[in-house]
């Protein structure tokens, strides 16, 4: 008899474990990875060679963040090629200057609406090489991928 109940009992748990066990559209896990909130600046060549900072403004709704950050030696990925076709094959890249200078201005509170940037970019000795006013729209950043909570909302500012 106790063989019984007992049976009845686990019936329904595994038919619930049995249920959720071909669900496809089961929870992805999520790691607590995240992005900054800012503006990304790039300053391209001829510019960039005299380039050491920018100083920011990004203003939305009547308020603004105002910021100075270093730029540093840009970089893109130049693909070196893959041994093979198949599964077990490896391919490779290397990163190599690009002429730009990049920077990154944190800004915590960046909206997802459009929002106006002014960039001062500035020399080695501190002084003023340009001024450029651009509005650009924040995107959200999903560092997990789309199927988990998006990180800081970021756009890009290029000065040519």
């Given at each position: 008899m106790t063989?019984?109940?007992?049976?009845?009992?686990?019936?329904p748990l595994a038919l619930l474990?049995?249920?959720?066990a071909g669900a496809s559209d089961a929870p992805r896990a999520c790691?607590?990875?995240?992005?900054?909130?800012?503006?990304?600046?790039?300053v391209e060549p001829p510019l960039a060679r005299e380039a050491n900072a920018v100083r920011t403004s990004v203003c939305w709704d009547g308020r603004c963040v105002e910021t100075?950050?270093?730029l540093t030696p840009g970089q893109a990925a130049v693909d070196q090629g893959c041994d093979g076709v198949g599964p077990d094959s490896s391919c490779s890249a290397v990163?190599?200057?690009?002429?730009?200078?990049?920077?990154?201005?944190?800004?915590?509170?960046?909206?997802?609406?459009?929002v106006e940037v002014t960039t001062v970019v500035q020399r080695r000795d501190g002084t003023d090489?340009?001024?450029?006013?651009?509005r650009v729209t924040p995107q959200a950043t999903y560092p997990n991928g789309k199927g988990c909570d998006p990180g800081g909302n970021q756009a890009r500012v290029?000065?040519?």
């Amino acid at each position: 008899m106790t063989r019984l109940r007992t049976a009845w009992a686990v019936a329904p748990l595994a038919l619930l474990m049995a249920c959720g066990a071909g669900a496809s559209d089961a929870p992805r896990a999520c790691t607590m990875i995240g992005s900054s909130a800012g503006i990304v600046v790039s300053v391209e060549p001829p510019l960039a060679r005299e380039a050491n900072a920018v100083r920011t403004s990004v203003c939305w709704d009547g308020r603004c963040v105002e910021t100075l950050s270093a730029l540093t030696p840009g970089q893109a990925a130049v693909d070196q090629g893959c041994d093979g076709v198949g599964p077990d094959s490896s391919c490779s890249a290397v990163m190599t200057p690009d002429g730009t200078m990049q920077g990154f201005v944190e800004v915590s509170a960046l909206p997802l609406e459009e929002v106006e940037v002014t960039t001062v970019v500035q020399r080695r000795d501190g002084t003023d090489l340009r001024r450029d006013v651009a509005r650009v729209t924040p995107q959200a950043t999903y560092p997990n991928g789309k199927g988990c909570d998006p990180g800081g909302n970021q756009a890009r500012v290029s000065l040519p």
